[in-house]
């Protein structure tokens, strides 16, 4: 009896030992799984959506190609303006105002499409590799701004020659719209559109900080959005020349007439005016200084203003305190 007990102790024992390795083997599989659960990435928040109209476009383009001009227009109105007519409403793409708008339309297609075939190479390039340029560019924009997590709606369309980039108001909301034909037409085939990317999507960061007022902004804030741009995407592209930049060279053209852009910008900063704003901005304003003037002015007061404020302090800008300190950078500068 002793000798079968002792038997029995031994094989208890055993059966102990075999049951505590096989309890450990399956908590230890069980902590790697946790590890390894740890280890997973988290999950990237949603960003934007992205809406290419350039396949209707090239669609159009294979049926209007060497027809005459009237029978491109309808065309272009069926085939374009059809599918996609939030794109190509009046504010959008900034036709005339007080005009009807079929009459307008027609008008800006009577001119756009003539001009058309010596744009088409560089559209075309563009569609093959702007959606891919785009999520490089937006890699090194994201090194800067890592919080940049925008989760609106960027459309590659078309402007009819009334700008390159930048939002709008789009069916209630405001997408991105980057426009082929105005890419081509301004910055030609072999810019470096880094610095012009980097620009809109800074447009798009800034405006979480900083929006734009309902009734619409003063020239001081248009100064400062675009200056503030011009900024920043000079940081992130050291080596971009003002061309690159600003689309031509206003370091040249704009310091001749400074003393008479301060006056007249002082005059008016608070001022929330159409006319105003064309003649400092855009590529078909008209008046005494160089055409986009505002963008270099803007430019030289978001560098001087740089001295003083970090650049998260000067995202964050606004209201009183930016118009105090805009109006004091002009008067020195």
């Given at each position: 009896m002793t000798l079968f007990f002792k038997t029995l102790q031994r094989a208890c024992f055993r059966m102990r030992i075999w049951a505590f390795l096989i309890v450990f083997a399956f908590s230890s599989l069980g902590l790697s799984k946790r590890v390894v659960a740890d280890k997973k990435p988290k999950e990237q928040p949603k960003s934007y959506r992205t809406i290419n109209i350039m396949p209707t476009f090239w669609t159009f383009w294979t049926k209007a190609r060497g027809q005459k001009l009237a029978t491109q227009i309808k065309l272009f109105q069926r085939w374009v303006v059809a599918k996609y007519p939030k794109l190509f409403e009046s504010q959008v793409i900034g036709l005339k105002k007080g005009v009807p708008y079929d009459a307008a339309l027609k008008k800006r297609l009577a001119l756009y499409l003539p001009s058309l075939p010596k744009?088409?190479?560089?559209?075309?390039?563009?569609?093959?590799?702007?959606?891919?340029?785009?999520?490089?560019?937006?890699?090194?924009?994201?090194?800067?701004?890592?919080?940049?997590?925008?989760?609106?709606?960027?459309?590659?369309?078309?402007?009819?020659?009334?700008?390159?980039?930048?939002?709008?108001?789009?069916?209630?909301?405001?997408?991105?719209?980057?426009?082929?034909?105005?890419?081509?037409?301004?910055?030609?085939?072999?810019?470096?559109?880094?610095?012009?990317?980097?620009?809109?999507?800074?447009?798009?960061?800034?405006?979480?900080?900083?929006?734009?007022?309902?009734?619409?902004?003063?020239?001081?804030?248009?100064?400062?959005?675009?200056?503030?741009?011009?900024?920043?995407?000079?940081?992130?592209?050291?080596?971009?020349?003002?061309?690159?930049?600003?689309?031509?060279?206003?370091?040249?053209t704009v310091p001749p007439h400074m003393k008479a852009i301060k006056k007249e910008l002082l005059s008016k900063l608070k001022l929330v005016d159409w006319e105003t704003y064309k003649s400092f901005f855009l590529s078909r304003g008209k008046g005494p200084f160089p055409r986009r003037t505002g963008y270099y002015v803007g430019y030289l007061l978001a560098k001087r203003l740089a001295k003083r404020f970090t650049l998260d302090q000067l995202v964050r800008l606004k209201e009183a305190k930016l118009h105090e300190e805009m109006h004091r950078a002009l008067v020195g500068l």
């Open positions: 744009h088409i190479p560089t559209m075309k390039a563009l569609t093959n590799t702007v959606q891919n340029k785009l999520s490089r560019f937006e890699k090194t924009f994201k090194k800067a701004f890592p919080d940049f997590a925008w989760k609106g709606t960027i459309y590659f369309t078309l402007s009819l020659g009334s700008f390159d980039g930048g939002t709008r108001r789009v069916d209630g909301k405001e997408p991105l719209l980057f426009a082929l034909d105005g890419i081509a037409k301004y910055h030609g085939a072999h810019a470096d559109l880094q610095p012009f990317f980097h620009h809109e999507l800074f447009h798009v960061y800034h405006n979480k900080f900083a929006p734009y007022p309902k009734k619409g902004p003063p020239l001081y804030l248009c100064l400062w959005t675009e200056g503030l741009a011009v900024y920043v995407s000079q940081l992130l592209n050291p080596k971009a020349s003002y061309k690159d930049l600003l689309l031509a060279d206003l370091a040249k």
